[in-house]
């Protein structure tokens, strides 16, 4: 194996099962790639906790690997998918390689993870994923962006997120703010059939800002969600959810489904080994698209 240096924000190699451990050993910023279905996929050298992790000692094929099975079932390559918090594309190049005429459109504001991503975009001449580097929101403007110190998934426009978690706060960024239906406008886009939102913590300011777009377009939601902000009637995420009328929620682990008014913490919540999992994936399903959701995945 060769390490070539190309300059100083970037190293390009194979990361392969025995170098690993070497790689957990030695902390630098830069960035790598894996081989992926005949893809360079690039990661973040300096995350040791999030998906850039995540790729390079598990592959793409085991992240919430329920979650992108399900997306597979449902898309076809005539879909519209919108990749809110992308980080280094994960979702966003798994569904480019498996339906390549799909229209994809990735948001992802943190300068690493997004290089990341561009690069996998441009070394593997993707044609359908379009990136931006906005962080998806309620308004637009420009705001500060707060960086976990450990975890290079838990950034967010949250900072209290980070605090919640057990992290720190290393540093903060200012990026610039979109709202995704200023965007769909802009862009006349005419459909969207998936929305998959990953934005720790900020949700409701994200579907507060789609809200036009998703009462039009009646799209299927995934979104990671902390549990304790859908326990609540109060909370600001499930007022924000119940904006969008007769939806159902999907838990892919556990197989429930509820109508969105009759959700409960204990109908959903996932437990591993006696403990609550604070963060889960569920899906947001218009009564409409219920029967054939429930028809491609079984």
Not at 82 to 88: M, T, V, Y
Not at 92 to 108: D, G, L, T, V
Not at 109 to 125: G, W
Not at 186 to 205: F, G, L, S, T, W
């Amino acid at each position: 194996m060769k390490i070539r240096i190309k300059n100083r924000r970037m190293v390009n190699f194979h990361a392969k099962k025995r170098w690993i451990k070497r790689l957990n050993i030695f902390k630098f910023p830069g960035q790598s790639y894996v081989e992926w279905n005949g893809f360079k996929i690039y990661v973040d050298l300096s995350d040791w906790c999030g998906p850039s992790y995540h790729v390079l000692n598990w592959g793409m094929d085991t992240y919430e690997s329920r979650s992108m099975e399900i997306l597979e079932y449902i898309s076809s390559e005539d879909s519209v998918f919108i990749d809110i918090g992308a980080n280094i594309g994960i979702f966003s190049i798994m569904m480019a390689n498996k339906f390549p005429k799909m229209s994809i459109y990735s948001f992802e504001p943190e300068p690493d993870a997004f290089n990341c991503l561009n690069n996998t975009i441009k070394k593997n001449n993707i044609k359908n994923v379009n990136l931006n580097k906005h962080a998806i929101s309620n308004k637009i403007s420009q705001e500060k962006f707060y960086y976990d110190s450990r975890n290079h998934g838990g950034h967010s426009l949250d900072p209290q997120s980070i605090i919640d978690e057990g992290s720190l706060i290393s540093h903060s960024l200012n990026v610039n703010i979109e709202t995704l239906d200023h965007f769909i406008g802009q862009n006349c886009i005419p459909k969207i059939d998936i929305i998959k939102i990953d934005v720790q913590r900020h949700e409701d300011k994200v579907l507060e800002g789609a809200i036009n777009s998703i009462q039009k377009f009646r799209p299927i939601l995934l979104i990671e969600c902390y549990v304790n902000d859908m326990n609540s009637e109060e909370s600001v995420l499930m007022n924000a959810l119940k904006k969008f009328e007769n939806y159902f929620l999907y838990e892919p682990k556990s197989k429930a489904l509820s109508l969105l008014e009759n959700y409960s913490k204990e109908l959903f919540l996932e437990k591993i080994n006696n403990k609550a999992v604070e963060y889960c994936d569920l899906f947001f399903i218009p009564s409409e698209k219920k029967d054939n959701f429930l028809n491609s995945i079984n």
